[in-house]
């Protein structure tokens, strides 16, 4: 089945440095890929909709500046949190669809980065 | 009005019973439905696509009613390892534009031996 590929799981950081989290689909292209980010006893919010070859499509709210994705490829996107802040501290997941063959298949989820500021 | 709702739980229930969630959500819109169970600290896995004839799993039933805008999961017979939170989780696939799914804060289950 459908599988993603979320790198790295943990990361503990300095305040002000910029960090990086690839997703990656393993066995489809994925056009689309979906950035979420849970608080701790919160639901998963969508930050922004990662297109292949076009810019990002952000939830309101959500700093395009600070929260850089890159979708160079049809498996691979990539989410920058730049300068990051201890408030930025959250779990960081990723998802993507298989759209080809069956309608309305299901998001498959990375494994989640969880993101730690100090 | 929250766009996906669920009773929050926790819904604390002995080994071998049987479990019912609720959730419902505010976009006629919305086009496809799943459950998603969450283990703590985990990524979210996916339980089960719903669909409007209702779906069974072994174990696991799902009903869907549009009118109501109210989506269902029952657990037959539980098991220690469905001890988990269950995400109830609408998408919405416009004609234009980005595909977005929607979660619900989840109903937290603990299952008591």
């Known amino acids: 089945g459908a599988v993603v590929s979320q790198h790295p799981s943990w990361v503990i950081c300095k305040s002000g440095t910029s960090v990086k989290i690839e997703c990656r689909s393993l066995d489809f292209q994925a056009t689309t890929m979906f950035w979420y980010r849970q608080f701790p006893k919160q639901s998963l919010m969508l930050m922004a909709t990662s297109n292949e070859g076009s810019k990002a499509t952000y939830e309101q709210g959500v700093e395009k500046d600070k929260f850089l994705i890159n979708h160079a490829s049809l498996t691979l996107s990539t989410l920058t949190v730049t300068s990051a802040h201890p408030e930025d501290s959250s779990f960081y997941i990723c998802?993507?669809?298989?759209?080809?063959?069956?309608?309305?298949?299901?998001?498959?989820f990375g494994d989640g980065t969880r993101l730690s500021i100090l | 009005r929250k766009e996906v709702e669920q009773d929050p739980g926790p819904f604390n229930v002995p080994e071998g019973a049987t479990v019912a969630f609720n959730c419902t959500y505010s976009n006629s819109a919305s086009q496809s439905f799943f459950w998603y169970r969450q283990d703590c600290r985990k990524e979210p896995k996916l339980l089960m696509s719903v669909y409007s004839s209702g779906n069974e799993d072994g174990r696991f039933t799902a009903q869907l009613n549009r009118a109501s805008q109210y989506i269902s999961l029952l657990i037959r017979d539980s098991k220690l390892s469905d001890s988990a939170t269950y995400l109830c989780?609408?998408?919405?696939?416009?004609?234009?534009?980005?595909?977005?799914?929607?979660f619900g804060t989840g109903t937290r289950l603990t299952i008591i031996p």
């Open positions: 998802s993507a669809r298989d759209m080809t063959g069956i309608n309305n298949q299901p998001q498959h």
């Open positions: 989780v609408v998408n919405i696939v416009p004609n234009f534009g980005n595909e977005k799914l929607t």
